[in-house]
């Protein structure tokens, strides 16, 4: 059996009208994901929608940094969108045909569109689907802590959040604004950088 798993995704809301930009800056932000990301990928990020794309990879752990890299990567390059995820488990048995292997995978991604159209109906930005409902679960409300940090920050806060993600701290981040250091204490605080730190090592070292 081979595992696969599907990762998909919408634009939840743009602030830019201009939604040829838009698309520009998806195609853009996957090509970024894509480079970065080769060893996890058994098809890469592909647009399929001006909005939507897909691409399939190969372990659990790979999916989740990928994730968490098109999170950053939107919030390094400024972009001026969210999107919706549907990370769902598919397996493969590999001893029928190739053309059996594909057809099954067809239904992996009808199964993993039907569940992006049911998380749009709600708020959350994120749905992880595996093999394990315990696990699943597990992930789900991970992620649910995971979404509130990322969207309390504004669009005025990713530089400054850009800062922090390259690994400077609250001195250095003053010293790049030119602002005092207790200014930046705070920015670290209110941002709540160590939290997003936090939820993000429980989120990756609770994977099987």
């Known amino acids: 059996m081979m595992d696969h798993f599907i990762l998909m995704a919408d634009i939840k809301y743009s602030g830019s009208h201009n939604q040829d930009e838009v698309r520009k800056a998806l195609q853009n932000l ?8 080769k060893k996890y990928f058994i098809t890469e990020l592909d647009m399929v929608l001006p909005s939507e794309f897909q691409g399939i990879t190969n372990s659990l752990q ?3 940094e ?6 950053e990567c939107i919030i390094e390059n400024n972009l001026d969108f969210k999107l919706k995820y549907v990370l769902y ?8 045909s190739k053309h059996s292997a594909y057809e099954r995978l067809g ?5 993993a569109r039907d569940r992006l159209q049911l998380i749009k109906k709600t708020d959350s930005r994120f749905l992880i689907a595996t ?30 959040v850009k800062a922090f993600l ?24 209110s941002l709540k950088m160590k939290q997003y730190y936090t939820i993000k090592e429980m989120i990756l070292s609770g994977v099987d």
């Not at 239904?107 to 199964?111: C, E, R, S």
């Open 30 to 37: 996957i090509l970024i994901i894509n480079k970065i990301n």
């Open 62 to 64: 790979g999916s989740l």
């Open 66 to 71: 990928i994730l968490f890299d098109i999170e």
């Open 89 to 96: 488990h598919d397996t493969i048995d590999t001893i029928q």
């Open 107 to 111: 239904f992996g991604l009808i199964d």
């Open 131 to 160: 093999s394990n409902e315990k696990n699943s679960l597990y992930l789900n409300n991970l992620f649910m802590i995971y979404e509130d940090y990322v969207d309390s920050w504004k669009k005025n806060d990713f530089e400054f």
């Open 166 to 189: 390259n690994n400077m701290n609250y001195k250095e981040v003053a010293e790049l604004f030119n602002i005092n250091i207790s200014s930046g204490w705070r920015r670290e605080r």
